[in-house]
C-alpha cells in the first residue's frame, strides 16, 4: 500500500468510505501525484512523477475522474467536516462565497460558455472568455503559526450555460441559486451551528437576502448594496402592509446622516482610517416583490486617493457598522485563494472535456487547496519551523513574516517525497536506503528542489 505522511492520515481515513478500496488507491496516488507534480496538472504528468507506484494499467487512473462511482457530495462532506473541527464550537462559522471563471479550450469541452472576464473587465469595457463558471463556498479558518485567516474551499457549483441545461433537462441556475443551494447543504450537515455569509452582489442576490432572513435565527448576510436600492420604513398598524413609506436611496440619505471616523481592520490584515455612515430600512425588490430588513454602512471615499464610496448592509440590523465593514474585508482572502489555486495546483492547466471529468476535476483541485491546509495544521511545531527556516520564496529582497500558502505546499511536498516517493523498488520491495547513503547537503538540496512550490 502506498505511504503517506502521518499528518495527512486522518483526512485519509476520513476519505475512505467514500471509494471502493480499489478506487480509493487509486485517487490517493493520483491526488500525491497531483502535489508533487510541476507545471500542468494533466493525469498523465501525475501519473509519470508516481509511476513506481501505480499497480495496474496507467487507464485506470485516467478513469478516476470520468468513470469512477463515487459522490461528489459525500466527498466533500467528509471534508468540511475535517474543517468545521477546527473552528470553535460557540462561535459562528464564517462563509466566504464568490465566482470564477475557469479558461477551457476546445470544441468538445462539456458545459463551456461564454462568462465576464473579471480580470480584463472595467465599468466602461466589458471582456468575455470562454471557460466554466464556478461558484465556491470557503470556510474562513485560522490556522497555526498564521495571523491571517485562509479561506478554504469546500463547495463548488457550476453555472451551466442555457444551451448545455436544455440539453441536460434542467433549469438553469444563477450563481446566487447555487449559492443559496450549497448554503442549504451546509446548514443540513451542521443543524446546531450558525453561519456569517459573506458575498458580493453578483453570488448574493436579493433573493439569496430572502431566504436568509427567513432563516435569521441561524445564519446572517454581508453584502454590497447598490447605491439606488430601493429602501421603505416600517410599515404602519396596517393588515398585510409589508412597508411603509419610501425612503431616499442611500445615496441621498448619507449627506444628511452624522458620519462617524474609525480605525478598522482593512484589507491584507493592516488597518485604515476611514469616515461611515450607517442607517436602517426595509430594502424591497421589484422582481420578487418581498423586503428585506437591513443595516446599510456607507464608507465615504477619499478625494486624494480618486476612491468612490462604497455602500455594504446586513441582514442583522443591530450588528454594529464597524462589524459590517470589517467582515466585508474578509472576503478578500478568497482571491488569494483563487490566485494561489491557480499559481501553485494549476487550476486552469487541467485537460478534461466530459461531463463527469468536468464536474469533478476543478472541484478536487479546490478541495486539494483545503486537504493542504488541513494537513499542514496536523503538523508538528517542529515540521513547521522547519519550513519556516527553509521557506524557498524568501529572499534577501523578499522577506516574509509569516508562512503563506507556498510554505504549507512546500513542507507537503518534502513530506512526501522523504515518506514515499523516493523510496525505490529493488526485487519488489521497497528500499529507501540509498537516499540516506547520499551526504547531507546533497540529500537536503534533492529535497529542496523537488519540494519547491512551482
Not at 500542468?40 to 501505480?54: G, K
Not at 517525497?417 to 540529500?443: A, F, Y
Request: charged share 25%.
Amino acid at each position: 500500500m502506498f505511504r503517506i505522511p502521518t499528518a495527512a492520515e486522518p483526512l485519509a481515513e476520513s476519505l475512505r468510505d467514500v471509494f471502493t478500496r480499489p478506487t480509493f488507491d487509486r485517487f490517493l496516488l493520483l491526488v500525491c501525484g497531483v502535489i508533487v507534480t510541476m507545471g500542468r496538472r494533466t493525469v498523465s504528468r501525475a501519473l509519470r512523477v508516481i509511476e513506481p507506484h501505480l499497480d495496474g494499467h496507467w487507464c485506470n487512473y485516467h478513469r478516476v475522474y470520468s468513470q469512477a462511482r463515487f459522490s461528489m457530495w459525500k466527498l466533500a462532506a467528509a471534508v468540511v467536516r475535517q474543517v468545521v473541527a477546527m473552528l470553535p464550537e460557540g462561535e459562528p462559522i464564517v462563509l466566504i462565497v464568490d465566482d470564477t471563471v475557469q479558461r477551457k479550450w476546445g470544441k468538445r469541452v462539456w458545459a463551456k460558455g461564454a462568462h465576464r472576464d473579471a480580470k480584463r473587465s472595467s465599468r466602461s469595457r466589458l471582456s468575455t472568455t470562454f471557460g466554466h463558471k464556478w461558484l465556491v463556498l470557503c470556510v474562513l479558518v485560522k490556522l497555526p503559526a498564521i495571523s491571517r485567516p485562509w479561506a478554504l474551499p469546500v463547495l463548488c457549483g457550476l453555472c451551466r450555460p442555457k444551451k448545455t441545461a436544455r440539453k441536460t433537462s434542467q433549469r438553469p441556475k444563477s450563481a446566487s441559486q447555487i449559492s443559496r443551494q450549497l448554503l442549504i447543504r451546509l446548514m443540513r450537515w451542521f443543524p446546531g451551528r450558525r453561519f456569517i455569509l459573506l458575498g458580493d452582489a453578483r453570488a448574493v442576490s436579493h433573493e439569496v437576502a430572502h431566504f436568509i432572513q427567513q432563516h435569521r435565527d441561524r445564519i446572517t448576510l454581508v453584502s454590497r448594496l447598490r447605491s439606488d436600492a430601493n429602501l421603505y420604513d416600517p410599515p404602519r398598524r396596517r393588515r398585510g402592509a409589508r412597508k411603509g413609506r419610501k425612503k431616499p436611496s442611500p445615496r441621498n440619505q448619507v449627506k444628511a446622516l452624522t458620519h462617524s471616523t474609525d480605525t478598522v481592520a482593512w484589507y491584507g490584515s493592516g488597518e485604515r482610517k476611514i469616515r461611515y455612515a450607517s442607517d436602517t430600512g426595509l430594502w424591497y425588490s421589484t422582481c420578487d416583490l418581498r423586503v428585506v430588513p437591513i443595516r446599510w454602512v456607507c464608507v465615504r471615499g477619499n478625494p486624494k486617493l480618486r476612491s468612490e464610496d462604497a455602500y455594504f448592509y446586513s441582514t442583522d440590523q443591530a450588528m454594529p457598522a464597524r462589524r459590517i465593514i470589517e467582515l466585508y474585508a474578509l472576503r478578500w482572502n478568497i482571491e488569494v485563494t483563487f490566485e494561489e489555486s491557480r499559481a501553485l495546483l494549476g487550476l486552469e492547466t487541467t485537460r478534461h472535456w466530459c461531463r463527469q471529468s468536468v464536474l469533478r476535476v476543478t472541484p478536487i483541485l479546490f478541495g486539494l487547496f483545503t486537504s493542504i491546509a488541513l494537513v499542514w495544521s496536523e503538523m508538528s511545531p517542529a515540521q513547521r519551523a522547519q519550513a519556516k527556516r527553509q521557506r524557498l520564496s524568501q529572499t534577501p529582497c523578499y522577506q516574509k513574516r509569516e508562512p503563506t500558502f507556498s510554505d504549507a505546499l512546500y513542507l507537503v511536498r518534502q513530506q512526501l517525497w522523504e515518506t514515499s516517493l523516493l523510496q525505490g523498488r529493488v526485487s519488489g520491495r521497497v528500499n529507501g536506503s540509498w537516499l540516506q547513503e547520499l551526504p547531507q547537503p546533497i540529500r537536503s538540496q534533492i529535497i529542496w528542489h523537488l519540494s519547491a512550490a512551482a
